[in-house]
Every structure is written in structure tokens, then in C-alpha cells.
């Protein structure tokens, strides 16, 4: 017998649902025993309104007492152990090794959030000392609502990318957990309920729902109190959600990362060069983590001098292993997808060995004619697949590349004398993707100051930002402006002697100085 | 016989369109001989299309030339003189020396973008020089679509404040003039094509087009080369603008500024000390330009000690002289929103005199409970109005304060005393507004770099930003991050040696720095 695994509410669990659901074991092809029970209206409603009575406690609480706050959950989170990644293996299929890493990059995150509000500068202050005296900051927005993402079940779920940058901003959260790995999302929020305890963080700050049908997301994303809403996933998930905050009585921001086909260009020079180690780095970027990365390269466009590369990723694609993905429903959309594209005339080239439950790795090809024909051959299929375009020309690869929607990312490999004599892709790629790479893959996201993860719909929704990297903070908050406030009502930020010894834009000027 | 007035597309005068409409002098109240042709479909969409040629061009060219182009706008609006001043006096009913200030305003504005893309450290050029090297920066989005306002026929119009931020951000623009004051839009429209072609910038870099229908302005909106709107205007117009943009095949960020009613608070002690001259100063903000200010204070909030302030403001309001709105259906929209005010119970406390097509100033009343019971008492009047609430504790203030919706400004007027014993109520209001006063009055907006001219929704849209002041520029940008470029494809900004000399964040820390 299973006690069906419950709501994190603040700091009370919460049961009241009867409807459950259970995880899968994709690994195993087995359901996992313990049952969870769906958030009933009445439980999201609570833990929305308790996010919103802690938020007017936590907006005031100062920057280093939430640094703190993100460091113990980071600490929390190491110290989970080994049962935090064999619980994530379970749910998700994904090896040890990529979830100790996935790991690392989730306690990195949340203490590169940490440093960046401990140092301060980052809410871009702003003090203009004439008549009137104004002086602006980045406050944070309200209740974030988080969706867990299932491709990343640790630095884009509970305590992930958004979290963290939500809390960092000073927002709180309540987060829907995928559903596809509840007792990971379970473990890592009770690490930050404890967190917040030990810290002394307002009950509320963060809680936890759980759900596997539509209705519960769209409950949460309706409710009054919540200010904005970040969610990594699929196009027709994250469209939903957006169309669902867009026509609220009050419309908030949804910040969705909906996946990207980030096309890889490989211009003839280069692949005369190296053709061969090429095509091993493109499979191995096209099969890592059974290709389900947001930035998985599932486009290819060649143009001259691809033989080599081509025979090599065909011999090589065809000794690649079939590999488990998330869950039943992503491994079904995959094949699903491969059987899409063939019936819109897309061709297979080269197919990795079936392997039953699991999803091979596969080449398929269009004409540029077709390609630019039917633009939903260009469409992300989730997986290890990945769609090859031979251009006839450089001004048919300008087209091929000017046809694309939005992306995550965009690649060129090129030689310099490629680079140089095709300048203009560069030119059309910045209006396409949010990070362009020359030489390298789109897979491997760095978390940093530089990073953008974001783009143009569909990569995202609407909205100017990054969901990787420390300006994923600026998606939380908005500026407001204090005008002929006596020293005693502004925010430190804004005081005069720069308590904070944060960089501020004074006058125009960037510095560090004292208002005298 | 008067030939239609044109669209302006490119360099070219446009006239297909066989409807015309007519300016109105609300002056004289008589209709301006000359007509104006409603863009066609076929117009829109050569605009739309030429401008996004342009931004290929547009986008590249340095700061220096396009910051020049802007002074050229500047210089050419000086140079119209009287014809613009009294055109548009003509146009819009509004007294010269205000529409000199205005111009002022505008050219201001046009020469502190220019200041702000020469100086260049706005574009936020991050640098992680790690493995990968990831550089970030913030590019143009593309194409924006600006609406011009009524109530500021230079400064939110042609080549106000929106033109001036996307132009400086490197988006080129068509411009949907507004109805009201076509002469004087034709006019600016006219400067910017001619600054264009002396500058040497891409011809479609500006359009102009007109129309009195709502149907033209949609149709610009769901132009798939568009990628933004800016908009300054009523709640309805923003929001039918905002709902078309999000529910096109691919979704466009809408910047609109959809008013507010801009709540002022009393607090006691200030009342007891200058509560005389305060109703003074109150008066002079609500009935500057008849009102028509998007920071006019409509709402005004006491609680104790308000006898002498209530007393001066109806000795001074009946002694206002009524005045001349900007157009017919504005007025008309002000004496409808007084009726509704009244039947939904709130109380004539006093009026100006009422004169012929004018607007006189009046000053409502309702109860806090009222107030709680019915927040549609509490939505904006677009005029020379304002609606008292007394509270009966400061318990019952801060409910009124938290029951508001989203405002551009909220002002307290208090002693310190008063300040330190209401600290509450800023705590709440920062959560309302966009711009937060004390003891001053919401009208008169500095053009700066900290000003923030936005707010919660329904004061705008829910994208964070402002429409006023330097950080404008952002609302048209995006950042774009390059990974492991070459330098010789890096845009001057990101290059190691820093050749534009200005401010980046490099692997954390902000300095104007080489990297070596």
C-alpha cells in the first residue's frame, strides 16, 4: 500500500485530491507504485494566495538573506544524494552520470543567482538627480508560477532555471511539477521548504502542485493573484498556457521555452576540410541524451563538397544505439513525428536499429524546393532525428535560412574564407535564433552573464528574455520609478551613499560614486 | 478645392485610397477644408513591406549615422516653426505655448536617444570569455508599428517618443498617424523622410500613414513583416490592438499605454499644514490642459483633516474656467463618463461653469465602501475630473490602496510624520504603479534616464518597460548572444579591444576594460 503522495502548500502537505496519477519507469517499462494525487481548485487557490500573502513579507526581505535562502537549497539538494538521482533515473530514463551533472549545473544555477543579488548591481539603478529627483529599480513582479520541465528534471524543474530566478528576483513561487517525475519534484521541494524554514523565509515563498491533466496547469494560470508564468516544453503546451495568461482579465507575461529545430548550416569549405570529425560531432550533439534537448540539432542544411560528411553520417547514424526516452508519450510523438514528415515527402535516409520501447536515431532529407514549399517540414520533431537540406546555391541557403522561424540557436561551421563569403547568413541567423554559434553545437547550454536561451516565436513566447543565464532575472521583474522620495522611504539601491556598492547609472553616467 | 492629403511610403506620396476623413478645429469647431485619403489595404501592406527591406539596411548602419538622422529630425521640427506650432494648435485645440513646450519636448527627446546610441553602452554587451565564449547584446526587433496619440500631437505622435526610441534602436518605422491631427502628422512625416534621405538611411525607413477607421490600424497590426506596436491612447484601443497581436499565427509584443487615474493621497498631517495651498496646486494639476494629461489625477484619497484642502478645492473649482478638448468624441466621451459616474452613485461635489463644447472641471465623490464595492467608480475619466474618497482610518486607506488597479503614478502628499506613520502605503503602491511621488503632482513627466511611464495593467500591457525616457529604447529590443565568433564577425561592441569605448559586463564585472 501507497499513501498517495501529496501537495507541499507552504509548509503543510496537503492531500485533498482524490484523482492520482503515477510516474513510469521508461527504463524498466513499468509503472512506479506510489501514486500521486492531482491538485484539487481549492489547493491551488491556497497556495497561490499563501505565495501572495509571503510575497509582501519576501520582497522586503534584503538581497544576502535570499542569497542565503538559494544556497541552502543548494546545499539541501547536494545532500540528497544519491537518492535525488536514482529517484530522477527512475522517472526519467536518463543515465546517472548526465543527472549528477544536471545536478551540478542545478546547485550551480542557484548559487550563480545567489552571488548575482549578494553583489547587487543587477537591478539596474537608476538615479536621475535633477528637479524632479528620480531614481529607478527592478522590482520583482509577484507570484511566479514555474512549470516543470520533463527534459530536464532537475535544472528545469522545481528548483531549475526559473525557480531560482524567480526567488532570486524576489519573487515567490508556486510551482507545477511535470508529471512525469513527481517524486524528484517532491524531494527537491521539500529541500527548499526546509530551505526556507532554516532561513527564515516567509511560509509560502515557494509550494509545490502536482498534476497530470491540462485543467490543473490552466487553473493555476488563471488565478488573480499570480503576476507572471515561466514554462520550458512543448510548442502547443507553452501556446496554450500563453493564449490562456493573454486573455485573462488581467493579462500577465507567460515566459515559454518551446523548443527549436536550431538549424545547423555547414558550408563547403569546411566540410571539404573535415567532413568526417564533422559528421561524428553532429551525431554525437544529434543522439546526446536520446536527443531531447530544447537545443537539439534538428536541421542540417548543407550546400557543396558534403559527400564525405554525408556517407560518414549515414555509416555512422546506422551503428548508433536506439536509446529511452522521458516517457511513452515523448518516445510515441517521436515516432509519430518521423511518420509526419515521410508523409509530407520527406525522405529517410539513414535509421539507427529499431529497438522496441525505445527511439532510434534517424536522417531524413527534403529538397530545398520542398522545404521551402511546405514550412512544416522545418518543424521540431522532439528526439534523435534530424531533418538534411542540400542548398543548390548560396542564394538558396540565404532563402532557406531568411524561410525559418524563430530558434533557440542557429550554427554555421565554416572555414574562415566560408565565413567571410557567406556574411550574409550571419546577417539573416540574428533575426532568427537567440544565440548564433560559429564551429561548435547548439546542445551544451553555459550558464553565465552572456548566455541567451530565448528567441523568436515559436521559440518562445513574446517576450524579450533569456530562460538560461543570470539575465534570466529580468523576466520577473519591471521598473518603477521613486520621484522626490526623502531618503528614508527609498530602497537602499537608491540612496545616496550607495550603501550597496552597486554600479548605477547616475545622471547617464555608469559608476560606483555617492550622490553628493 | 483641396487635393487629399497622402500616405507617405518611403520617399514616395501614396494616394490610392478613395475615403478621406477631416481634421475638426475644436477652436472654432469647424471641420479643416483639406481631407485626408484612409490608407488602403494595398498602402499598409507596401509600407510595411518597404520598411522591412530598410531595417535589413537599417540595422547596420553605426550608431553615429543613425543618432545623426535623429538630430536632422530634430533640427527639421525646429525648422517648421509656426506652421507646426499653429497647425497643430489648429488641429488639437491646445494653446500655442504649450504645443512650444511640446516641440521642446520631442526635439529633446530626439536629441537624447541620438546621445544615448552615440555614447552606446545601452545595448548591455555582456561578456563570459570562457569555454565557450558567449557575447551578448541587444539587437533591433525589426519592424515597429507606432500609433500616434491624440493628446500629444508632437511629443506621442509622428516622431514622438516611441519613433524616436525604435529608430534609435535600429527598427525602422511606420507610423499609423492619428486622426485627430493629420496636418501636423504630414508635416513631422515630412521632416523624418527628408532627415532620412540627407542622412543617407534606407528609403522605407519611416512611413507615414493615415486613417480614421479601426480597420487601418489592424490591418497594420497583423502585417506578418511587423514584429512590434507602440501605442499611447484609450484602454480600448490599446486592448483591441493587444488582443489582435497576440492572436496572430506569430505573436507580436504590444507596447501600449492605455491610461490610468493616477490616485493622489492626502495625509492628514500635510493637510492641516498647507492644506490651502495644496488644493492650489491639486487644481492647477487636474485642469492643466483640460485635463488631458495620461498622468492627470483622477482620484483623489483623505482621511482625516481634510476640511480646509475640500473647502478651497470647491471655492477653486467653481471659479475654473472650462476648456477646449481635443476633439469632439473626447469631449463627448468626458460629459458620457461623468454621467456614468453619477448613476453608478457617485456625487457632484462641484463643477466650473459650464460653457458651449467645452469641458468644465468637476470634482465626484464617493465613499471608501463604494469605492471597495464598485471598482469600475474608480476607472480613469479621461479629462478635467477627479473623484474624491474619504477613508475612515488608515486601515480603510491602505484597502483603497490595495484595491486599484494598475496605474502609470500614485502619488502621497505627507509630512514626515505622516510618511513615517503610512510607510505601508508606499509598500503597496509600489506594487501599483509604474512611478511612485511625493508631494508633488503626477502631471509633467521628465524625460530622463530613471523615469518609468508604465505600469500594471491596465496602465499598460503586461511587458515591462516604459514609453518615456531613455530605458524606452529596450521595448524594441532583444538580446541576441554570439558564441564562439571570430572577431571579424563580431559586431564592434563585443570585440575584445572595445573599440566603441563603452560599458560591458565582462565574465561579471562591469568595466570599460579590453579584454586580453
Redesign the interface.
Known sequence: MHEPGSQLIGNTSSAEGQQTFQAFNPQRQEWIPQPFREATAGEIDRAVTLAAAAF?TYK?VAAPQRAAFLRAIADGIVALGDELINTASAESGLPLARLQGERDRTTNQLRLFADLIT?G?WVNA???S?T?D???LQ?P??VAGVFGASNFPLAFSVAGGDTAAALAAGCTVVCKAHPAHPHTSHLVAAVIGKAAQSTGMPEGVFSLLHGATVATGQQLAVHPLLSAIAFTGSFRGGKAL??TA?RRA????VFAEMGSVNPVFFLPGILKEKGEALAGQFLQSLTMGVGQFCTNPGLFITQTGSEVFMETLLKNIAASPAGCMLTPGILDAYNKGLQQLQQAGAQVLGKAQEAAQQAAPALLQVSAQQALDDPALCHEVFGPSSLHIKANSTEELYRLAAALE?QLTATIHGT?DD??QH?GL??IL??K????????FPT?V?V?????H?G???AT??????SVG??AI?RF??????????A??LPPELHNDNPLDI?R?V??R?SKDMLS
Open positions: 509582501n522586503k553583489e548591481s537608476r538615479i536621475d535633477g524632479p528620480v531614481r529607478q522590482l513582479l509577484g500563453y493564449e493573454t488581467v493579462p500577465i507575461p524563430g574562415e565565413l567571410r556574411a550571419v546577417d540574428r533575426e535564433a537567440g544565440r548564433i554559434v560559429i564551429n561548435g551544451g553555459a553565465n552573464h552572456a548566455m541567451v530565448g523568436p516565436w515559436p513566447t513574446p517576450a524579450a528574455g533569456t543570470t539575465a529580468y521583474c519591471r521598473p518603477v520609478c521613486y520621484q522626490d522620495f526623502p528614508y522611504l554600479w547609472l545622471n547617464g555608469f
